[in-house]
């Protein structure tokens, strides 16, 4: 009897397993499904200024300067507003930028630029100013690709991208 009992633990982790395996198995064909990685949203890539190649300081061509970048989308005939970034220069010895952006929407800032969680936008155009004046403005129509990158059944990803050049971008 006693030598039954020290078989029993692990017959309990013997269904312990079988049970959580039968759990990972879902719509993915037994892979285990997730959205790491998986945004769907439009991406706002600055270059030029101090966002060189993908964010690193810049060599000290941009402006020491504060830039206002309007984003707006259009509606009909008409752009309303959609998010406004302040992106500033030089904030540091080592010339260093900040931007932060601020939106009704769903948004979030990383080293590229601006993301917003808003898949249904078709057209917008970004403003930038310099000091009240107006440094350049360009419309783009939104091209959106869907994927599942983590395997059929898991999920779309739906996502489009534009770039946009800042002053001191030299091109």
Sequence with gaps: ?????????????????????????????????????????????????NFVDGGAPGDGGAPA??????????????????????????????GGHELRCSSARTHREDFQGTHIEDTSLKTVRVTVSAAGNQISQETFALSWTSNEPWGSGCGYCTQATVMVRLPGSGV
């Design 65 to 94: 300067e504060t830039l206002d970048i309007n984003i707006e989308t259009q509606e009909g005939q008409n752009f309303i507003p959609l998010m406004t970034c302040s992106f500033a220069t030089g904030i540091s010895d080592s």
């Design 1 to 49: 009897m006693i030598a039954l009992s020290r078989f029993r633990p692990a017959a309990g982790v013997a269904v312990a397993l079988l049970v959580v395996s039968s759990l990972s198995v879902g719509s993915c064909g037994g892979r285990v499904c997730n959205t790491i990685g998986c945004y769907s949203e439009l991406t706002i890539q600055f270059h030029g200024g």
